[in-house]
């Protein structure tokens, strides 16, 4: 069974180009995206890695940690970091997680429990470990999407979909398709009209159940 949306993400030590960490402990009172790799030196991962890198102030507006996961060698990623700040133009400050046993990918429901890496692997044999998951203060899983490896994924709509989440969490609202921030929510179904205008003030009736009013501030 996959992790699922609001429940507490795994909790583990991992050696990463940094260090060791405790993901929990890490993470403490910030947001978090975990980005997950099927190996070092690959060319679609190495324009993700980039991506992320050039979003740095993005993420801290946001209050948002981010860390990557591959499962190679920390010495490795060492040096597949100079590949991604030349292509990127810009420094890869985040951590990568060195998960070559697997470990993390298994708890976060990427791989089977019987995986394992062959000698002479390729990234074909971890190719499921390509998710972004975004986990909240509270350490709970609130987003998780998983491409294939020849497609790269859209790191400004991972950025759009934070926007989303803390909007939604912090304000008690909802938001639109392809929303983006400053622009109007909708408010939960749970509120009755005269409790929606007490708490949001005016708001348009679209249906019954579709009731928009201005992003709180």
Known sequence: ????????VP?????????????????GDSWAIL???????????????????QL??????????????????????????????SFAGAKAAF???ADEDLAVSKAFDMLPAEAYLPDGRTAADSASVRSVFIIGPDKQLKLSMTYPMNVGRNFAEVLRALDGLQM????GVATPADWTNGQDVIIP?????????????????V???????????
């Open 1 to 8: 069974m996959g992790l699922r949306i609001n429940e507490t």
């Open 11 to 27: 909790d583990f030590k991992a050696k990463t180009d940094q260090g060791e960490i405790s993901f929990h402990d890490w993470i």
């Open 35 to 53: 980005f997950s790799h099927p190996k070092d030196f690959t060319p679609v991962c190495t324009t993700e890695f980039g991506a992320v890198s």
């Open 56 to 85: 740095a102030d993005e993420w801290e507006k946001r209050g948002a940690k981010v860390i990557g996961l591959s499962v190679d060698s920390a010495d490795e990623h060492v040096e597949w970091k100079k590949d991604i700040e």
């Open 95 to 97: 951590p990568i997680i």
């Open 168 to 171: 939604a969490n912090g304000k």
């Open 189 to 205: 179904t749970t509120l009755s009209d005269e409790d929606a205008k007490a708490k949001f003030g005016e708001f348009e009736t």
């Open 207 to 217: 249906f019954p159940y579709l009731r928009r009013t201005k992003a709180p501030a």
